[in-house]
Each structure stands twice: as structure tokens, then as C-alpha cells.
């Protein structure tokens, strides 16, 4: 199984609304991925967390918040976003430091700030 | 910092053989892959280059050489499926973050 799953697919929101992303695998992967892509352009890394432990923060804006609550599960709570936000957000996972380490991505959820 | 740069479209015919190049400077090296996506979908990893050579899976194969910093994914017999956009990715000495190329739009035509 190398199935890394997301929800929900699509997501509009207003800038004053509060939501959740929601990213699960049961690879028994410990490191896990944000992802943000915007239209005909590569994904930009947000977030990495490693062993339920946040690892790298790409300089991303406070109003993206991630969290790992366990090894299987990874959130992004979005508060107060702006149009500009729109885009499609992956999560991937890996299994941290291994030799060949191959990030697998979930579908993704297509976000829009209206 | 990391500067990679491959071909930003390319077209190719059904059935030939089409080579995405990747060109990349990195203040270290740990790894380079190379994914397909489909348009609206997320990228799927195609193959994993670490050491100089050659690595060959079934219609796709990848080259690395370290010292010219350069890889390539050669598909054979495209089919038209075949039309995505390939991401050359690099992994740095300093974790197990990718930092994606821009991505290449490969169209197969009949």
C-alpha cells in the first residue's frame, strides 16, 4: 500500500473562515510533507515534520498551521488566508533518512479563497 | 542554495522516443528523482538516481552524472498517456527535503 490519502478534494473558503486539511498513510512512514502548488508551477515545500516533530517551516505566514497529532495523520488548519492562497496542497510522506527515501504524494486538495 | 533547469515544453510523436534533460547546482547532493504529473493530480514518482549511471524501468530510464551535476529521463514507445509534466527533484546534503525544477510539459501527439 502506498497510498497517501487527503481530504476533502476541494475546498472554497472566504478569508474569514476557519478550516482544516486532512493528510493520513499507513505506510508506517515518519516523515511527512505540506506542499503548496500553484497552476503550471513545481510544488513548493511548506512544512516537514519527522517523527511527529515539526522539522522545517519554510518561512510560511502564521495563518497556515500544521499539526501532527500522530505518526499517520498530518493537518494544516488555515485561518484568515488570502485569495493569493489559492492552490493545490499536497502532503506526501517518506521514511526519514532511509537510502533511497522516496516522497509518495496524495492527491491533493484544491483549495479556493474567495 | 539550489538551481535546477530543464526544458520547459516539449512535444514528441506516439511511439518515438523522447530525453528530458535536467541540469542542476546544489550546495550538496543526495539524490535526484524524477516524478510524473498528470494535469490537476499529484506527482507520482518515476525513478531515484544517487550513484552515476543508468537506471532502467521497463519504457523509463534515468541518468545521473554527479561531476556535470546532469540527469535525464529517456521514455521509449510513448504512448499518449505519456503527456504530463516531469519534475526533476533534488535532495540536498542538509535533509530529506526536495527542491523541484520547474517541470517539463511533454506533449505526445499521434
Known amino acids: 500500500d502506498t497510498e497517501v490519502t487527503q481530504t476533502p478534494k476541494h475546498l472554497v473558503m472566504g478569508m474569514t473562515n476557519k478550516k482544516s486539511l486532512k493528510c493520513e498513510q499507513h505506510?508506517?512512514?515518519?516523515?511527512m510533507y505540506w506542499y503548496k502548488q500553484k497552476a503550471k508551477k513545481p510544488p513548493e515545500l511548506m512544512f516537514v515534520?519527522?517523527?511527529?516533530?515539526?522539522?522545517i517551516n519554510e518561512s510560511v505566514p502564521s495563518r497556515f498551521s500544521p499539526e501532527c497529532p500522530n505518526s499517520s495523520l498530518l493537518n494544516l488548519h488555515l485561518h484568515a488566508l488570502q485569495p493569493e492562497d489559492s492552490a493545490l496542497y499536497l502532503c506526501?510522506?517518506?521514511?526519514?533518512?532511509?537510502?533511497?527515501?522516496?516522497?509518495?504524494f496524495g492527491p491533493g486538495t484544491r483549495l479556493l479563497v474567495l | 542554495g539550489q538551481n535546477i533547469d530543464q526544458p520547459t515544453e516539449m512535444t514528441a510523436t506516439e511511439g518515438a522516443i523522447v530525453q528530458i534533460n535536467c541540469t542542476y547546482q546544489?550546495?550538496?547532493?543526495?539524490?535526484l528523482f524524477w516524478y510524473q504529473q498528470h494535469a490537476g493530480e499529484a506527482p507520482t514518482f518515476l525513478s531515484y538516481?544517487?550513484?552515476?549511471g543508468l537506471e532502467e524501468k521497463g519504457r523509463f530510464s534515468s541518468f545521473l552524472s554527479r561531476s556535470k551535476g546532469y540527469s535525464y529521463l529517456l521514455l521509449k514507445e510513448l504512448q499518449m498517456k505519456d503527456s504530463a509534466s516531469y519534475l526533476c527533484?533534488?535532495?540536498?546534503?542538509?535533509?530529506?527535503?526536495?527542491?523541484f525544477g520547474k517541470g517539463t510539459s511533454l506533449l505526445v501527439t499521434p
Open positions: 515534520y519527522s517523527y511527529e516533530k515539526l522539522s
Open positions: 527533484a533534488v535532495r540536498s546534503n542538509s535533509g530529506y527535503a526536495l527542491n
Open positions: 506526501a510522506s517518506s521514511f526519514p533518512l532511509a537510502l533511497q527515501e522516496t516522497q509518495y
Open positions: 538516481n544517487v550513484l552515476d
Open positions: 505506510m508506517g512512514h515518519r516523515a
Open positions: 546544489t550546495s550538496g547532493f543526495n539524490g
